[in-house]
């Protein structure tokens, strides 16, 4: 029986939709897998580990044995800002990083034998007794290659330029320019002392399992000020894009699952309908509904294994031909992303024809053999509604496995229900009012409003179902967008690059006119104080070595303004008046978080040696990935008036005009200068591999969208050719019956389209506030695009499924339908 379906073209649509969607789902599961494995390898480069403890003093070296003893590589690290010398008048604060031999552990490390040359990477860095300087140093203390350098009480050979550390984000790295070193010389200079502003890192790298065990371990002996880093703790930037990516890729494989169960259940309708005639034929020939329903199930298995097959390879070349075309923006080989992929894709087809294909085809083997006779008789193939409920049930659990997330799966379904809901209301109202405009229309729409009338139903589904494919389809357009966009603002191009802290009051005015005539475009000078929170309430807070949970005694930059810092939006509380002479402070959210903070709480702190207590007046929100200068603590003018402070700032520096932070060192040496630039093209590169892997998934389900629409518009295609030959038959001209069908399937397309916008705004504000953790604001342009590609998708895919109508002899297809 197969075989003759395919051999008639019966099988076409339903092998089609079984293969795309056991395709698209295995493939959008296997590209993401491994997309995923390899964007978490690539940001591993922001701590040149997988995994990193933090300390501010020396810790145990069991850990790093017991890392090995699971095989596990390890590595050490210690930051710390240093004075380097290489004459008497010749000295310069940089910023020292001393490593050992196996750093790094992930990423690479860059060298180059001159200043500014040419840069290779290298597995290691400099050998004891060695240094490696940045670029910009060998001017600012005129060596150069070959020559001698003293740290503390030793001196190194300088033996060449260091480009590039992957981990250039962590610890001290921006005080000054860059001095790299080997750890074994660190007792050899005796700078490191007791009390030293000093930052130990431990870092291990290797298998998941291994990394987990010994993580676990280490969380049970961590002391206080000591810390567990991953990408998420190193760079909550990139962390948290990462986060919103994952849960785009994971939205848009369940979008797949949807899209790909809706193009089964319309192909299997449409292959159950035509199958009516021939089991009227074989029950008047003596066959039983049991042996037709065996028959029809055996059928089904054999379609549906060979179908996935066909699909799980289809997978597999496209997440192959994908990262053939993606390799060269990923710096790291992507790992196989294992069986699951296939899995998913394979149980998508099993539920699929369980759920969608199997309930019509089951009850053919209730059809009368009378219809033999009568073919007026009714079909027994339409879907009830526990299939519905059967249908919905299986795309729920099928999603929520794909994605293991209840909020992306509500946001969907709510989506989907708005759409059926406002969809058969809408559908059946406007269909239903087309009767007395079609009774005064020309011909073209007479006929075209006639047939939307006669099939009222049947289009109020089709409505439904084309609606919740452009919904969908909008939905992930909505969210990527709104992905990129944020992306792209949070580092714009000018973005600063470059803070400058430590500025005396007497240097202000000297700071601002040489960057004005250097045209260097620099953020407001902020005030900066240093103190310690000692109590809130007047109960003192613990400090870090009591080791106690909850709130701790910290120290923090302050700041003052009068009015409200730029980038800073207030979540609670009022900002105080610019001449108020009260003791407010306006505390950071996730700092009130941490120090347990409300409104209304005294705070106390201390200042060098002078007591400071203020009230928290508000609570305010900013954004870190703003580049620009930012504080937990801000403070009214008077009450920080007494305190000595100095100033800071950020400006955006290009490459090409590095050279003039040389010049402004020299002017002002007692300026520490914080390099971002490299930092922030790692963050950038990142952000624009995820928004590459955003692209392409998104195309992906494009494509599944448009096979759920052409499913969609073949569900109706026989009774509109039938109706289409008659036509022909009786003399109607190629225009009017084209005209008619490019009218009806503009209506259809232009109501999907109303009520997909609806439906894609209603579900992106819930994916935006609760899925994705973003801010909703409405999107103007995606009316005229639901409603446009509605209109022109649908009446495109109808007049060209139906051009046979007027192109075929009429005898031929009424033979055939």
């Keep these: 029986m197969l075989a003759r379906d395919w051999r008639g073209g019966e099988l076409g649509i339903l092998v089609m939709a079984l293969v795309l969607a056991v395709g698209v789902v295995s493939g959008i599961s296997a590209f993401t897998t491994r997309l995923q494995s390899a964007l978490e390898q690539e940001s591993h480069r922001f701590l040149a580990a997988d995994l990193v403890v933090r300390s501010s003093r020396e810790m145990a070296v069991d850990w790093l044995l017991e890392g090995q003893a699971v095989g596990l590589d390890t590595a050490t690290t210690l930051a710390f800002p240093s004075m380097v010398y290489a004459a008497e008048d010749s000295m310069q604060l940089v910023s020292v990083k001393a490593v050992s031999q196996s750093y790094p552990l992930r990423g690479e490390l860059s060298f180059s034998s001159e200043p500014f040359g040419e840069a290779r990477k290298v597995l290691s860095g400099p050998g004891p007794g060695e240094v490696w300087l940045d670029s910009r140093l060998f001017p600012l203390l005129?060596?150069?290659?070959?020559?001698?350098?003293?740290?503390?009480?030793?001196?190194?050979?300088?033996?060449?330029?260091?480009?590039?550390?992957?981990?250039?984000?962590?610890?001290?790295?921006?005080?000054?320019?860059?001095?790299?070193?080997?750890?074994?010389?660190?007792?050899?200079?005796?700078?490191?002392?007791?009390?030293?502003?000093?930052?130990?890192?431990?870092?291990?790298?290797?298998?998941?399992?291994?990394?987990?065990?010994?993580?676990?371990?280490?969380?049970?002996?961590?002391?206080?000020?000591?810390?567990?880093?991953?990408i998420n703790q190193g760079q909550p930037g990139i962390g948290k894009a990462l986060e919103r990516a994952e849960s785009f890729l994971l939205l848009a494989g369940s979008l797949g699952v949807v899209l790909a169960g809706v193009a089964i259940a319309l192909a299997a309708g449409r292959f159950s309908e035509r199958h009516n005639d021939y089991v009227a034929i074989m029950k008047s020939l003596g066959a039983t509904s049991a042996s037709i329903n065996l028959l029809y199930g055996r059928s089904l298995l054999l379609l549906g294994a060979l179908a996935t097959a066909a699909g799980c390879l289809l997978g597999w070349g496209i997440q192959a031909l994908f990262f053939s075309v993606f390799?060269?923006?990923?710096?790291?080989?992507?790992?196989?992303?294992?069986?699951?992929?296939?899995?998913?894709?394979?149980?998508?087809?099993?539920?699929?024809?369980?759920?969608?294909?199997?309930?019509?085809?089951?009850?053919?083997?209730?059809?009368?053999?009378?219809?033999?006779?009568?073919?007026?008789?009714?079909?027994?193939?339409?879907?009830?509604?526990?299939?519905?409920?059967?249908?919905?049930?299986?795309?729920?659990?099928?999603?929520?496995?794909?994605?293991?997330?209840?909020?992306?799966?509500?946001?969907?379904?709510?989506?989907?229900?708005?759409?059926?809901?406002?969809?058969?209301?809408?559908?059946?109202?406007?269909?239903?009012?087309?009767?007395?405009?079609?009774?005064?229309?020309?011909?073209?729409?007479?006929?075209?409003?006639?047939?939307?009338?006669?099939?009222?139903?049947?289009?109020?589904?089709?409505?439904?179902?084309?609606?919740?494919?452009?919904?969908?389809?909008?939905?992930?357009?909505?969210?990527?967008?709104?992905?990129?966009?944020?992306?792209?603002?949070?580092?714009?191009?000018?973005?600063?690059?470059?803070?400058?802290?430590?500025?005396?009051?007497?240097?202000?005015?000297?700071?601002?006119?040489?960057?004005?005539?250097?045209?260097?475009?620099?953020?407001?000078?902020?005030?900066?104080?240093?103190?310690?929170?000692?109590?809130?309430?007047?109960?003192?807070?613990?400090?870090?070595?009591?080791g106690e949970d909850g709130p701790r005694q910290r120290e923090s930059n302050f700041t003052w303004s009068t009015t409200l810092p730029a980038g800073n939006k207030l979540v609670a509380g009022e900002w105080w008046p610019a001449d108020t002479t009260e003791a407010l402070v306006s505390v950071e959210r996730e700092f009130a978080e941490r120090m347990e903070l409300q409104i209304g709480d005294k705070v106390s702190f201390l200042v060098g040696a002078q007591p400071l207590a203020a009230t928290v007046s508000s609570i305010r929100e900013l954004d870190w990935q703003s580049m620009r200068p930012n504080f937990f603590l801000v403070f009214p003018p008077h009450v920080l008036a007494d305190y000595p402070a100095t100033f800071m700032t950020s400006f955006h520096l290009a490459a090409q005009n590095k050279v003039f932070l040389n010049r402004f060192i020299r002017s002002f040496p007692t300026i520490t200068v914080i390099e971002m630039d490299l930092v922030i093209d790692q963050i950038r590169n990142i952000v624009n591999q995820v928004s590459a892997a955003v692209e392409l998934v998104l195309a992906i389900i494009l494509a599944t969208g448009a096979l759920v629409l052409v499913a969609g518009v073949q569900a109706s295609v026989d009774a509109r050719m039938h109706e289409s030959s008659i036509l022909r038959a009786l003399g109607a001209r190629r225009q009017l019956i084209l005209g008619g069908l490019l009218i009806e399937f503009a209506t259809l397309g232009l109501f999907a389209g109303l009520l997909a916008t609806v439906a894609a705004e209603l579900s992106v504000a819930i994916l935006q506030l609760f899925a994705l953790d973003m801010s909703y604001s409405p999107s103007p342009w995606l009316w005229p695009l639901g409603l446009l590609s509605g209109t022109v998708l649908i009446a495109g895919l109808g007049v060209f499924s139906c051009r046979r109508v007027v192109s075929s002899p009429p005898v031929a297809l009424l033979r055939e339908i």
């Design 142 to 230: 005129d060596v150069s290659v070959g020559s001698t350098v003293a740290i503390g009480d030793a001196r190194f050979r300088v033996a060449g330029a260091v480009r590039a550390e992957p981990d250039q984000a962590a610890g001290m790295y921006g005080y000054g320019p860059r001095l790299l070193m080997n750890y074994e010389d660190i007792d050899a200079t005796g700078v490191v002392q007791p009390g030293s502003r000093v930052e130990f890192r431990q870092l291990y790298a290797g298998e998941d399992a291994a990394l987990q065990r010994h993580r676990a371990l280490l969380e049970s002996q961590l002391q206080p000020g000591q810390r567990l880093l991953d």
């Design 327 to 546: 390799a060269e923006q990923l710096p790291v080989q992507p790992g196989p992303g294992g069986p699951r992929p296939y899995l998913i894709g394979s149980a998508t087809a099993l539920t699929c024809l369980m759920c969608f294909a199997w309930p019509p085809l089951r009850r053919l083997s209730s059809a009368s053999p009378l219809r033999v006779l009568r073919r007026d008789m009714p079909l027994e193939t339409r879907r009830s509604i526990r299939d519905y409920l059967l249908g919905l049930l299986a795309v729920s659990a099928l999603m929520l496995w794909y994605s293991g997330d209840w909020t992306l799966t509500g946001a969907v379904l709510a989506g989907l229900a708005i759409t059926v809901g406002l969809g058969m209301l809408l559908a059946l109202t406007l269909l239903k009012g087309g009767r007395m405009v079609g009774m005064s229309a020309g011909s073209i729409w007479r006929l075209a409003l006639a047939g939307l009338q006669r099939r009222g139903a049947a289009n109020a589904l089709q409505v439904v179902i084309f609606a919740m494919a452009i919904m969908l389809l909008l939905v992930l357009v909505l969210v990527r967008t709104s992905l990129i966009d944020e992306w792209q603002t949070q580092l714009p191009e000018d973005a600063p690059n470059h803070f400058v802290i430590n500025i005396g009051p007497e240097e202000l005015q000297s700071v601002e006119q040489m960057l004005r005539e250097e045209g260097v475009a620099s953020e407001a000078l902020y005030p900066m104080i240093r103190g310690r929170i000692m109590a809130v309430n007047e109960q003192p807070l613990p400090t870090r070595e009591a």
